[in-house]
């Protein structure tokens, strides 16, 4: 590049170095007594430039080793605030199941004494139970005395939850409630005296139980009391026919005449 004649003065450390060697050269070959000081001159400013260009070379790695160290510090600092946010939510979290935990740790506690309560509690209403069994109107005799045996296997069973136990009590319980409000006839047989007599059972409610011949020619109603069957009287055969016919639903329902007898064992 020229500006009004002449030639732009470089200022390049390289360049200014070579224009003083070659002066110094020329210096030396017409100044004989110069010559040995200019070969060391030009060794000092040889070493001169090969340092400054050194220096020059390692500025440069280390601009570009400061901007991958910049970047991997706003990386790093990035992450250490994203690792910061995940903490603060985690313990957050630890802090809820540390709470969650107590809670189940009370509802544990508490059902550990609720069972150690109730069972004591399940076994005596099992074994009133098999009390009023033992001293009701004998009626489905083995269809009850089998759900008792079931549940006292139940209840003797260590790995059946203390729930499960006492859902099968409760439900033997509403079983045995139920019977006090329905009716019902079943064919089976009976004892009278001496005799084993084929006919259908009339069962009303938990109140009594009456038998009814299958030729309807005999009748006879259990004794609680006395834990046994006892002959009726022929005039109560109709009413019990009707009652049969009603409980078989073979007939609308209307009121009938019949002896209750002993309710209870004494």
Known sequence: MRSMGFEKIR?????WGRKFIGAALVLAMTIPGYADTARI???????SIDTR???QKQQEAWEARKLELTALYDQLLSENEALTHTFNQLSGE?????????ILEQEKLE??????????FLRAVQARLEI???NDASFLGKERTTRLAKLSHVMEDIDVSI????RKVMEALFIEAEYGNTVEVYQDKIRIGSNEVQGNIFRLGRISNFFLSLDNNSAAVFNVRQNQWETLDDEYIPALAGGVEMAAKRRPVELIDLPLGSLAKQ
């Open 41 to 47: 001159l030009e060794k000092s400013v040889k070493l």
């Open 94 to 102: 630890e802090l809820k199941h540390q709470d969650l935990n107590q």
């Open 132 to 134: 009023l069994v033992k």
């Open 111 to 120: 059902s550990i004494r609720i069972q150690e309560e109730m069972l004591p």
């Open 53 to 55: 260009q050194e220096t």
């Open 163 to 166: 729930w499960e136990k006492f």
């Open 11 to 15: 200022t390049s450390p390289l360049f």
